[in-house]
C-alpha cells in the first residue's frame, strides 16, 4: 500500500520533470529538471531493491555530470530565440526518432522474452546486500562485457582530451614542482667573484 | 508508576511500523537539536581558538566566558529581513540554502555513535553518503547563479570545478576503506576497527587519510581552499547577496559539513567509537579501566580533534591559489589514491599481515 503510493509519486515526478526537461523555457531550469527525474528514478530504484544502482545514479549523474552540465550551462549566453528558429523545419525528424524509440521500449516490454519481469521484486533475507550480488555477477559471468565497456570509455576519454589539447608555444606556465625542488645550492644562487675597481683619482678641489 | 505502566502498554499495543517510525522521528530531532547546538559552539569555538592562536580575546562579553554569543548571532540574523537582489532568481534564490542545509543534514543518518545506535543500518552507508554529499554542490551553485550577482557567479563556478575535483579523490579514499573493511555499512566499517589503536585503518591507508580530510577541508569549502568565498577577491563569493536567515542557513550548512567530515573521518579511519586503548588488560586492571570501554565519549573526542584541526588550519595556513588547487585534486590527490589502492588491493588478496592477514 504504503510502497504502491510511494512508487506513484515517484514515477509522477520522474515523467513530470522529465516533461519539464523538453518544455522548460530557460537551460538551466531544464537542466534542473533533469536533474530532478534522475532523483526520481533512483527513487523508483530504491523500491526495486536496486540500492547500489539508486545510490550510483545520484552520485555518478547527478553529483557529476549535472553539475557539469550546469556549469557549461550557466557560463554560456544561450540565447533560447535563436535556438528555436529552426523548430518547424526538424520537427518531422524528431517525431519519427521519438516513434521509434517509443516503438523500441514497447517491443521491449511486451515482448517477454527479453527478460523483463513484471510484478514485485523477490523478498530477499534480512542480510542480503544488493552491492555485493551485483559485484560477484559482474565480476563473473559479465567480465568480459564489463571490460570492453570499460575500454570503450577509456577510448572516449583519450579522444575527448586529444580534442581539446592543443600546444600552444610561447606560454609560460609555472613548473610547480621545480619551483618547489629549487635548492639554494645547486644553481639557484651564483656567487660572482668581481675584482673591485681601482680607485679613482682624487681630484684636486 | 500507574501511569508509567499505563504508558508502555500503550506503546506495546501500537503496531511495529508505527513504534518504528515514532522512535525515528524522536531520534530526528533530537540528533538535529543536538547538531545545532554543535554548529552553534562550533562557531564560538572557532572564533575563541583563533583568537587565542592570533593572541587576542575573541567573544566575551555575552554571557560568561561568551558562551552565550551564538544565540546573540542567531536571535541577530533571524531579526534581519532576507533581501531578495533585483531580477533573481526568486524560487532558486529561495531553495538554494534549504538545498545546502538538507543535505549537510540528511548525510545523519547513516553515522554510528556507539555500536548499532544509528539511524539507519543501510548495507549501502559508505554510497548513501557519496550520494549526498554530493548534493551539498547544487545549494553553492544554484545560490550563485540565483542571485544575478557577478562576484556571487563566480563564486559558485569555483565552488563547482573544486568540489567535483575533491570528490572524486574522496570517493576512492572511500573505496580503500571498504576494500579494507570489506563492507559498506559504517557499522561493520567501526567494528572491522575493533582491538587497539593499532588496528585503526588510519595506519594501512595513511595516504589515503590524509587525502580523504585534506578533500574533506576543500570539500567544505574551508581555508585553505576557500576560493568559493575568497572575501579578498570576490567579495564573499556565492552567499554575497544572501542576508539573515537564509545567510544563517548557508552557515549552518557548512559547519554541520564540517562536523560530518569529522564524524566520517572518525568512523572510517579512527575506529569510531572505539577506544584507543581496547584490549589493554594492564590498563582494563587499573583504576584507569573506564578508558578501555567502547563508548560514545571516545566518539564525540574524535570529532573534537578533528574540528580543532580545522581551525588550525584556517589560523596556519594562507589561502591556494586557485590554479594550485586544481593541481592539488588531479594530479597529486588522484594518483596518490590510485597507487594506494592497487597497493592495498594486492595486500588484500595476498593477506599480507599485520593489517590485512
Known sequence: MIQQIVFIVLAALTVGSALGVITARHTVHAALFLVMTFVASAGLWLLLHAEFLALVLVLVYVGAVMVLFLFIVMMLDTDSQSLRQGLVRYAPLGVVVALIVFAEIGYVVYNRELGVSFGTPLPQAAGFSNTRALGETIYTVYAFPFEIAAVVLLVGIVAAIMLTLRRRPGVRHQNISKQVRVSAKRGRLRIVNMPSEPRPPEKNP | ?357
Open chain 2, 1 to 357: 508508576m500507574g501511569m508509567l505502566h499505563s504508558l508502555v502498554s500503550w506503546w506495546n499495543a501500537l503496531p511495529a511500523d508505527l513504534q518504528l517510525t515514532i522512535r525515528s522521528i524522536v531520534f530526528i530531532v533530537i540528533l538535529i537539536i543536538c547538531l545545532v547546538l554543535a554548529v552553534a559552539y562550533m562557531t564560538y569555538a572557532e572564533r575563541r581558538v583563533i583568537g587565542f592562536m592570533q593572541v587576542r580575546m575573541g567573544p566575551n562579553r555575552v554571557g560568561p566566558w561568551g558562551l552565550l554569543q551564538p544565540f546573540a548571532d542567531v536571535f541577530k540574523l533571524v531579526f534581519k529581513e532576507v533581501v531578495l537582489p533585483t531580477n533573481a532568481n526568486r524560487f532558486l534564490f529561495l531553495v538554494a540554502p534549504v538545498i545546502s542545509i538538507t543535505t549537510a543534514l540528511a548525510a545523519w543518518a547513516v553515522i554510528p555513535f556507539s555500536n548499532g545506535v544509528l539511524l539507519s543500518n543501510a548495507n549501502a552507508g559508505l554510497l548513501y553518503l557519496l550520494a549526498v554529499s554530493s548534493f551539498g554542490v547544487y545549494g553553492i551553485i544554484l545560490a550563485g547563479w540565483a542571485s544575478n550577482s557577478r562576484y556571487a557567479f563566480l563564486g559558485a563556478m569555483r565552488s563547482a570545478a573544486q568540489m567535483v575535483a575533491y570528490e572524486i579523490a574522496m570517493g576512492f579514499a572511500l573505496v580503500g576503506v571498504l576494500l579494507a573493511g570489506r563492507s559498506l555499512n559504517l557499522n561493520e566499517i567501526v567494528l572491522g576497527q575493533s582491538g587497539n589503536i593499532g588496528h585503526w585503518y588510519a595506519w594501512p591507508l595513511l595516504p589515503l587519510f590524509f587525502v580523504y580530510f585534506i578533500s574533506g577541508v576543500a570539500e567544505t569549502n574551508r581555508l585553505p581552499f576557500d576560493v568559493a568565498e575568497g572575501e579578498s577577491e570576490i567579495v564573499a563569493g556565492f552567499h554575497v547577496e544572501y542576508s539573515g536567515t537564509a545567510f544563517a542557513a548557508f552557515f549552518l550548512a557548512e559547519y554541520a559539513n564540517m562536523i560530518l567530515v569529522s564524524a566520517l573521518a572518525t568512523v572510517m579511519f579512527c575506529g569510531g567509537w572505539l577506544s584507543p586503548f581496547q584490549g589493554w588488560q594492564a590498563l582494563a586492571a587499573s583504576p584507569l579501566g573506564f578508558l578501555t570501554a567502547t563508548s560514545f565519549i571516545w566518539f564525540a573526542l574524535k570529532i573534537c580533534f578533528f574540528l580543532y584541526c580545522f581551525l588550525w588550519f584556517r589560523a596556519t595556513f594562507p589561502r591556494y591559489r586557485y590554479d594550485q588547487i586544481m593541481r592539488l585534486g588531479w594530479k597529486v590527490f588522484i594518483p596518490i589514491t590510485i597507487v594506494w589502492l592497487v597497493l592495498e588491493s594486492i595486500a588484500v588478496v595476498f593477506r599480507i599481515p599485520p593489517w590485512f592477514a
